[in-house]
């Protein structure tokens, strides 16, 4: 048994981490013959990638997907810990699966993602959750097999959480979501340390992939007809510090965009490690889409300083700008956190400022939320849940008059839009995204789904937009 800890997660070193080929040893690939496997997955990009990975992995032990859980011979949670709703989906989860094995004993229950790496998840879980057959963390999906090989065995609950990285893993199988849209991990980790978060902890030591393997997976994926890449890591704009004296995100994006496929996105950026390099690479490519994450978390200096963010609202604004300035047709989009348990009034009123001033594309607002083990949990929190959802409310407001800005600059343009799929909630058939990362609901046929065509749009709403097709032409754009 492995468990979680904080104290040695914490640890970062200068140490390199071997890297190895996954290979499903011979003995586990029958284990799953005739049986079935359902995962809900909670979370980030990161987290459903991983889903990716996990299926490819049970499926090729011979396990085939249910789409109902309540038929499936193993249930895997894979979770997340970024904020306490995601604590409380994933165990009010796991009090429905409960009632399930009370009458389907034989079911094999399984925590992993994020949570996993909590200690006082894990120890929740042991105490409270005995029905919960097995445990494991971000750093060694490559033990499933193994795992689920044992607990079928044992019957006994086990629990293999790395508390720390010890290797690289490279050719993961992958089953993935899109045939058309992907995401390639280049980073793992983050040394940022926050004091409101818990992904260092959780996520561990900023571990970036090789160059060639990137390219290689990327150079696949062109050839398999991909339309679109997402190359994603907690601190994606970190890439390469802890493996390459002269190779940074900027080298890597302009060597991707070399590999021809049409569509380039990255994700989650922080401002601190965010380069002019970067600005000019995205500037120079049209395959890198003029589409940027850039979360502020709050508009005062002092509560950035608190959040330990390592810059201030002066140095965002100043990275801010100069994105809108050089990169054409840019969209910005972010991330704002209220209530931290410092934020006054005046500190409050600061972000509004700045809310107004960027006129953020879209943007992502979430009340503070303690997170167990981070510096800012032990801080003293003198506001008050009520007049934390006004400033919430507030601040929304101002956010989405924004996003309605951002998207009437659209009307009457005709955009580029990659077709995602047929529309299950809309009155048009069709939707998909445009080079700005903008939904756009139309009507076409289903012919179009993806492929990148032009539309022109005629309506425009806070979160969307509507449009007519007007060429149905593959648009290499």
Known sequence: MNLPNYKEARVRGKESFPIENFVLDKKYQELGRGKTYYIK???????????????AILESMGYVEAEDMNVSDVILLNTCSIRENAHNKAFGMLGRIKHLKENRPNILVGLCGCMAQEEGVVKKIGEDYPFVNFVFGTHNLYDLPQILSNVSISLKQEIE??????KMMEDFPLKRVSNKKAYVNIIYGCDKFCTYCIVPFTRGQERSRRREDILKEVTALVRDGYMEVTLLGQNVNAYGKDLYPDYSLANLLEDVSRTGIPRIRFMTSHPWDFTDEMIDVIQKYDNIMPSIHL??????????????RRYTKEEYLTLFKKMRERIPNVTISTDIIVGFPTETEEDFNETLMLAKFCQFDNAFSFIFSKREGTPACKLEDLTTEEEKHRRLHQLNQILNEGFLASNQRLLGKRVPVLVDGVNETSKTALFGYTDTNKLVNFDGDCSLIGKIVLVEITECKTWSLDGKVVSDINVNV
């Open 295 to 308: 979360p502020v978390q709050s508009g005062s200096s002092r509560v950035l300083k608190q959040m330990g």
């Open 41 to 55: 997955t909670y979370g980030c990009q990161m987290n459903e990638h991983d889903t990716e990975n996990i299926k």
């Open 161 to 166: 959480v790395l508390a720390k990285p010890c």
